[in-house]
């Protein structure tokens, strides 16, 4: 029973067992989301700026994720104002050609995003096993559709799996920072002082930005919501957006945790050797020597989970694209197959990893406004969001942010196409 306590004119009520265990029913969905985050074109990204340029550009992390907290926060309020995901409401409210155009850019970002973590996973399996990277492919793609299959069984089981592939790479990276022993004044200042040494970290910034916020989570978050939103008042709105907050909150700092300690561990040990990295197979070969095969093990372990639970989360992303946007009726199971069949066929011909990588990113860049912009009009709109409409300060602040997005992978996609 739930009592009342009172003391120096205070009245509060004790947080009891039931209603603990009722609000942790609402942590889970910005977990799904946080594995974009930390995706294997976050480790690509994070231990080139490391080992480049040592612990100058963690403040790009930082801001990063606060724009990212900020994005998956509009994205999960849209999704409990309005009960409809971010595809579906701009099939309503734009023009039939604006979401022609919508749902050709998204569909080609989930598959450029999907191929980059099916790319992870395997050279997991490749640094971890020594099986061939089409191999690989394959039983990434079999292992992700395994997972994606347990929806069947309702998102909590997919959340809990999730969930625990997300705690393998933390305790990875825990395992790493350990061994790394970095240098925690310089970690301080670096992540609080912007600094950008030269032109060419410019280009590494603008990449570390475009590896962490990711078009197609921002679609998905507004779906994975949904489960928790049937039939609610206004006032079981709220409380759901309160606590989907602070699901957001957690989710996305453990992520940022995560991204930092990949950029730390790399400054800690290849800048301080003199060692430029610039690709996973070599972080992986060059770790056994200077650190001993528990941080090289480490690290394969969780470039494997992340790639696992990355590409479950770009084929669950796919599907709420598909659905969306033009409404085309297509098979649960070959809407997955649309999403992952291009990674793994570009595996099987032997297309150079990076290169692979490099022109996803590249997808990436064009794709992201045509998911931020349309989040902050439709946010934006009262007639919309009713009472969860943005406030004069969200909208100037939703607005800078995709200015600056747009203008930084402006400059990323003008870098890797015509050379910085």
Request: proline content about 4%; hydrophobic content about 50%; charged content about 10%.
């Amino acid at each position: 029973m739930q009592t009342a306590k009172e003391g120096k004119g205070l009245t509060y009520r004790p947080l009891t067992k039931n209603k603990l265990r009722s609000n942790l029913k609402f942590i889970g969905p910005a977990f799904v989301v946080s594995v974009a985050y930390i995706d294997p074109g976050n480790f690509a990204t994070n231990i080139t700026g490391g080992s480049s340029y040592d612990y100058s550009l963690l403040w790009v992390i930082f801001w990063s994720n606060l724009m990212a907290i900020f994005l998956q926060t509009l994205s999960a309020k849209l999704g409990i104002a309005t009960e409809e995901n971010l595809t579906g409401l701009c099939r309503k409210v734009f023009s039939k050609k604006v979401n022609w155009i919508f749902w050709f850019v998204a569909g080609l970002a989930t598959i450029a995003t999907t191929l980059a973590e099916f790319l992870g996973a395997s050279l997991g399996f490749y640094l971890l096993f020594r099986i061939p990277l089409p191999i690989a492919g394959l039983l990434t793609g079999i292992i992700t559709f395994g997972i994606v299959y347990l929806q069947k069984y309702g998102q909590r089981l997919i959340e809990i799996v999730i969930t625990i592939l997300v705690a393998i790479i933390c305790l990875a990276y825990t395992i790493e920072l350990f061994l790394a022993r970095p240098d925690f004044s310089a970690i301080a200042l670096g992540t609080l002082v912007p600094t950008l040494p030269d032109n060419n970290s410019l280009l590494i910034a603008v990449g570390m930005l475009g590896a962490t916020v990711m078009p197609h989570v921002i679609y998905l978050h507004s779906e994975l919501v949904q489960d928790r939103n049937k039939n609610c008042s206004i006032s079981q709105k709220k409380k759901h957006l309160k606590l989907e907050k602070i699901d957001i909150f957690i989710a996305m700092n453990i992520a940022f945790i995560v991204n930092a300690a990949m950029v730390i561990v790399s400054a800690a040990v290849f800048y301080k050797s003199g060692l430029v990295v610039d690709s996973i197979e070599d972080a992986h070969k060059s770790l056994s020597p200077l650190l001993g095969s528990l941080s090289s093990g480490a690290f394969g372990i969780a470039l494997l989970a992340s790639g696992f639970s990355s590409s479950t989360v770009g084929t669950m992303a796919g599907e709420t694209v598909m659905n969306g946007f033009v409404n085309i009726k297509i098979p649960t199971n070959i809407k997955r197959l649309i999403t992952m069949v291009p990674a793994m066929f570009i595996l099987a011909i032997g297309i150079n990893p990076m290169t692979a990588l490099v022109l996803s990113q590249v997808f990436l860049s064009f794709a992201l406004p045509a998911a931020i912009i349309p989040l902050i009009l439709l946010t934006s709109k009262k007639s919309i969001m009713g009472e969860f409409v943005n406030s004069s300060a969200t909208k100037i602040f939703g607005f800078a942010i995709a200015l600056i997005i747009v203008v930084l992978n402006c400059v990323l996609l003008y870098s890797t196409l015509i050379g910085f």
